[in-house]
């Protein structure tokens, strides 16, 4: 149950991200933005590395888990890129929707690359995301 917990929280920050980014990016360039952003994330989580000890574990880490990781970085800057751009352009209440679409995007991707189970609720799940990201956003 302690992963639900850290999911709701990432839930909260995430919604705070959307509203604080929408209102610092106006009249700066979406891209330094993302730059800015990315350096006080940088920067908070080696500070919390630190604070719990994990920076043993580097040497630890298999050159398998470091490609993906990298991919994994890149991956989330190109998100991050597009994401601030979409914001500047747009407004949150229409792009935040949009980039929830990742969550089908994700099951998808899930069921074909991981082989996790595509049940019944998660179909459903996935329909009902999608009729509400379309809701919300015509």
């Not at 909260?12 to 730059?35: H, M, P, R, W």
């Not at 050159?63 to 751009?85: D, E, M, N, V």
Request: aromatic share 10%; net charge positive; with cysteine.
């Amino acid at each position: 149950m302690t992963w639900f917990i850290f999911a709701l929280g990432s839930a909260v920050f995430a919604a705070l991200t959307s509203i604080l980014a929408k209102i610092g990016i106006e009249g700066v360039n979406s891209n330094l933005a993302t730059a800015i952003r990315t350096v006080v994330v940088v920067a908070f989580a080696w500070v919390m590395v630190f604070i719990t000890g994990g920076q043993g574990g580097i040497k630890e880490i298999s050159p398998k888990s470091w490609l993906f990781l990298i991919l994994s970085g890149l991956a989330t800057g190109a998100s991050w890129l597009c994401y601030y751009r979409a914001l500047q352009m747009g407004e949150a209440s229409k792009v935040v929707p949009i980039d929830k679409l990742s969550v089908i995007i994700t099951l998808v991707l899930a069921f074909v690359f991981l082989h996790e189970k595509a049940d019944v609720k998660s179909v459903i799940g996935c329909v009902l995301i999608g009729a509400g990201t379309l809701l919300m956003v015509l």
